[in-house]
């Protein structure tokens, strides 16, 4: 049963998914990182921030707690709870790399991925114990656990189902046919639709519009909780209607998802760099599904990774920047190269994935660490799946047993340290992590940390619980939240949520992700970038090429600008050492006939003499600036010869790949 609450909140992420393909840039298991950075770091923060305000908001204004939250359910935390699940999609739009890649789709997605981890932590915070109180019915599991009779559907049903509620109404089941609907996905997925009106585009339309969006599904969420309570918020909130919207919530994420494909068509627009496939192809995009469908099933995955690697470059190429546009193209480029060689006509591939044969399979099981996260995996494994169906409810009862439970503190505390190690690890590579080229691969490490930070917070605190001597049934909440699903919490089901989250396992099966390894990746990303494609290097090779002949073109123009300088100004210079001996002549002559004529030559001699000088600095002073001019134009000219030779290079080098120029 509890598997069926896990699957429905995954299967309704995945149907968005699926829809989004048309324009997202993140892969799947990014998107299911972000269900569990919700389940794990959101679900504990909105409850930090509640227990924050509520306590000492009652206490100012003298009203008894349990009232006070009873208000504050349906007015000031339905707000709290809608930004803390928009807030990892925030943080990570904060890094430039991040938001210059990724699109308004990415953003829908990763904000209704959070929304349902947080809407799965609310299920199992209240039912993660309560297999013994199920009972079978036709299409799922009927909670006795209170008069509402929650349901449960099973996998089947949550298959035939539009984005499906792990735990749901059921009157709305018994109605309709169908689980009720996954509201926290839904809300979530608007709010990130809000998210990347923000940060991703601008004008004060879509401002306006994001702003009333986020109010929406604020007020919506907090209408839901009011029901049919007696106060003045919720009588507001019924005469405001949202009831009647509620109708459509199922398809307002796929509304969303449209309009995100619409405004990221400008930011994705553009199909280079081209697989040859699609070079000759007409329509191009007959030249993708060749591609795609050249050696399945493996081609389909190859294609659409490179493919959301296209999107994301050609979004970082609409932003300008040119040092993360030329990285990524080398990263691209290169999977261009890699899809090309893996889907030649003559090469046959296997059925079976080469990195996933069964002696591989073997390694893998065996590393020191996997084994270890295993072990320590085991009691949560035997809670919630298990002993987590009504047969095998009596297996969780064993688990808290006097000895059993001593054994799952143990292993708690062993997993808990892990997990601090690890997160110590991953926070000193966060820097590194948030300088690769593509912006997803820091986005699931930020992920990741954010996930590990919420479950270090949450174990952490039932492991203390635990040493103080308190039961495995004890409520693990009562001192913060006295009516929230955090309130319905034990200490048991924290321990074994926490007990070794899923990511450690991941990170262990794959290798996980080292300081190392990121360091390994920004450096080759950065020699991918140095040693670009035979076209990328002849096109920048010309482009060099242009500009050192259009600076030898204005060095030429400088030259013979100061020639014609400093020949007018020679020419002036002898002119006018010619008029200083001719009036030394004039002044001979004109003193024999007397003092008048005597003075009056002086002067014009003095003069010529001035005007001389003049023109004999100016004209050194012109052959200076010549001097310069015909240094400038040898460099440039050098320069330019120098060029012409690199384009020759890059342009042979290009002819021998057999790459097409573009």
Known sequence: MIIAIVFAYVWGVIQLIVLGSLARTVRVRTVLTALVTGLYACALLAVLLQAAWSRPA????????YLFRDLATHSVDPFIEEIVKLLPLVVLLTVPVIRRQWSITDCVLVAAATGSGFGLAEDLYRYGASPDHANAVNG???????IALPMVPSLWTSVTSWLPAGVGDSTVFSVTGSPSLNLHLAWSAIGGLAVGLFRLRGGTVRLTVGALLLFYIGADHAAFNAG???????????????????ELLGLMPIAALAVAWWLDRGRQHGLEPLLAVERSASPRILGTLQAAVSQLPWSLSWLSSF???????NSTRASGSGDDTERLRAVVVEAQNRIEQETAPLKSLPWAPSFWPP???LVVMRRPMVLVWLVLMTPSILWFVVGGWPRTAGLQAMLMGPVAWKVVVLLSAVSQTLTLWYLVIRIRAWPTARRLPVGEDGAIFGLRIAGQLGALGLGGWALLLAFTGLSPTHALSSPLCAYCAWGDLAVSGAMFMTGAPPLMLLGAVLGGTRVGDLQRADAAAAAAAAAADPVAKARSAKEAWEKAEARQAAASDAYNKYRADFDR???????????????????????KLGPEAEHLADDRMAKAYDAATKATHEAAAAKGALRG???????????????AKAYAAATEAQTR???VPR
């Not at 009652?58 to 008894?64: E, N, R, S, Y």
């Not at 799922?140 to 209170?146: E, N, V």
């Not at 493919?307 to 470059?313: D, H, S």
């Open 58 to 65: 009652a206490w100012l204004i003298g009203m008894d707690f």
């Open 140 to 146: 799922g599991w009927m909670l006795t656990t209170s």
């Open 228 to 246: 049919y309570q007696g106060d003045w918020v919720a009588a507001a909130l019924r005469w405001l209607r949202f009831g009647a919207l509620r």
């Open 307 to 313: 493919v959301r690697m296209r999107r994301a470059y």
């Open 359 to 361: 002696r591989a399979v």
């Open 569 to 591: 100004l020679k020419q002036a210079a002898a002119d006018a050492e010619t008029a200083k001996n001719n009036r030394a002549a004039d002044r001979e002559a004109n003193s």
């Open 629 to 643: 001019a015909m240094d400038h134009l040898e460099a440039a000219r050098a320069d330019a010869d120098a060029a």
């Open 657 to 659: 790949a057999g790459a």
